[in-house]
């Protein structure tokens, strides 16, 4: 039996990372885990609460109320996010939470219950987990780490396509500068910024088809397990 490793996935906002993980967890045979997905999730959670960004002292207290976890869809094939018992799967990717994700995420009262449930995710399993700083933070010990880029144009453009594909009406133009002012919050933030890791191998797939970049992937995780 090959020995399993921990990956761990980083990346900018839609630049494929969350396929390519997914993709990568199943042709191992890996439980996936969408650690953007839990962001999100908290986001939706403040906002039906009318909870914004003025109001962030409000926000440590209510950590307790949350509860997330991931249940696998037979029927779409896929592992969805609840929060407190709700599928929420579709709604946490819709544009009005995208557009609040990144400053709840640098709250750092989010972020260390985030970080603990998601090492939670993986005690004694073999995972493929993509975020922002799942190689920097969560596992900083992971025994393979990719870090997944792309250009803002193709980021956008694949972004759009895919809202454009829900029928949720938003321009290119409202898609990108989401995306730059994402980026900008991600990377300068005090707590857990986005960043590469010094030992992560990176993949520009801007060019690159699904099945191209899984196959670079699928390449660096066999020579990981070979010499793990």
């Not at 219950?113 to 993509?130: G, H, I, N, T, Y």
């Not at 799942?134 to 900083?140: E, K, L, N, Q």
């Not at 300068?188 to 520009?204: N, Y």
Request: with cysteine.
């Amino acid at each position: 039996m090959k020995k399993k490793i921990t990956i761990a996935v980083d990346g900018y906002s839609s630049c494929g990372k969350s396929t390519l993980a997914r993709d990568l967890a199943k042709e191992l045979g890996y439980d996936y885990i969408d650690s953007g997905a839990m962001y999100r999730a908290v986001t939706l959670f403040l906002m039906r609460r009318n909870i914004d960004e003025g109001e962030r002292k409000e926000i440590p207290a209510l950590m307790d109320q949350i509860n997330i976890d991931f249940r696998w869809n037979t029927e779409h094939h896929r592992n969805e996010i609840f929060l407190n018992g709700e599928c929420v799967e579709d709604r946490i990717r819709e544009m009005d939470v995208s557009g609040q994700v990144s400053w709840v995420s640098a709250i750092q009262e989010v972020r260390k219950k985030m970080v603990d449930m998601q090492r939670s995710f993986a005690e004694d399993k073999d995972v493929v987990m993509d975020g922002r700083d799942i190689g920097t933070v969560v596992f900083p010990d992971a025994e393979l780490k990719i870090f997944v880029t792309a250009s803002i144009d193709v980021r956008a453009k694949r972004r759009h396509d895919e809202l454009a594909s829900k029928e949720l009406k938003v321009t290119f133009k409202e898609v990108k500068k989401n995306l730059a002012d994402r980026d900008r919050i991600d990377s300068t933030r005090a707590i857990s910024p986005l960043r590469k890791a010094a030992d992560a191998v990176e993949i520009d797939n801007s060019t690159m088809t699904r099945e191209e970049q899984l196959a670079v992937a699928m390449n660096l995780a066999e020579k990981r397990i070979k010499i793990s």
